[in-house]
């Protein structure tokens, strides 16, 4: 079984941020982009280095790249809840895009800047869709102008994606189970569901990975960090259906009426 999680930011950045494995950056943004804005070449401007270690904390967690048409991408998984992320997110754009300029330019020079942001947590509550693009769109009619499509926003919700492999349809639909049960895959018995050359180089670059010291610490550190979150968000879960059911019960509901809706036990029930 693949011995790291590939969530984990130093992780992904090995796998998706390496010269050698080009091609795996490649499929991952294809899976996100439309069919006729399919990209042929990426070029990645801040591959991985251990320069990237400073204070023994990770510098640099996106993937910054471009394709053949001069388009600029930002790529970046996100474990750790954030409430204002879109906020970021169009920071990043807006810094990505105006740092195309050097103070002599024009502005013809600007090419379109597309951030893809994989979030290990559920960001948009309004709905159960997994993958969303934004853009600049005329208010009234929903036109996208050429003059204005320069910026796209992409969001992949990991944990809104069901992970049975009778599900995936798509190749993004594979990576995210790739990412999300990467810990329970083995290289030499890989799904069917799964088996496309560049997820298959992904599994076998995370099986041959090593970390030296530096890099070892910093990951066990972020996959705590991981425990902490599910830890917490499990409690908090727990609490609200206990909450729930300690009203059932005193509004005299059956117990099978109360088990069927929070799921708890009759034994849980009871010490209520």
Known sequence: MCKLNPKIDIVFKKIFGTEQNKNVLKSLINSVLPKDEQIVEVTIKNPYNEADFIGDKLSVVDIKATDEKGRWYDIEIQVKEQKYYGKRAIFYLSEIYSNQLNESDSYHKLRKTIIISLLDFDYFLNDKRYFRRCCYK????GELYPELDFADLYFVELRKFDNEYKH?????????????????????????????????????????????????????????????????????????????????????????????????????????
Not at 138 to 141: A, E, P
Not at 210 to 218: A, Q, V
């Open 168 to 272: 995936i349809k798509t190749t993004l639909d594979r990576w995210i189970t790739f990412l999300n049960r990467a810990t329970e895959i083995d290289k030499d018995n890989i799904p069917d569901e799964l088996k496309e050359p560049e997820i298959i180089q992904a599994i076998n670059t995370i099986e041959a990975m090593s970390l030296n010291t530096k890099e070892r610490e910093y990951y066990e550190a972020e996959k705590k960090v991981m425990r902490d979150k599910d830890a917490v968000t499990q409690t908090a879960v727990e609490n609200a259906l206990e909450k729930v059911a300690k009203q059932m019960k005193i509004k005299n509901k059956p117990i099978d009426e109360i088990i069927e809706f929070t799921g708890l036990t009759k034994e849980q029930i009871d010490k209520l």
């Open 138 to 141: 005329d208010f009234d009619t």
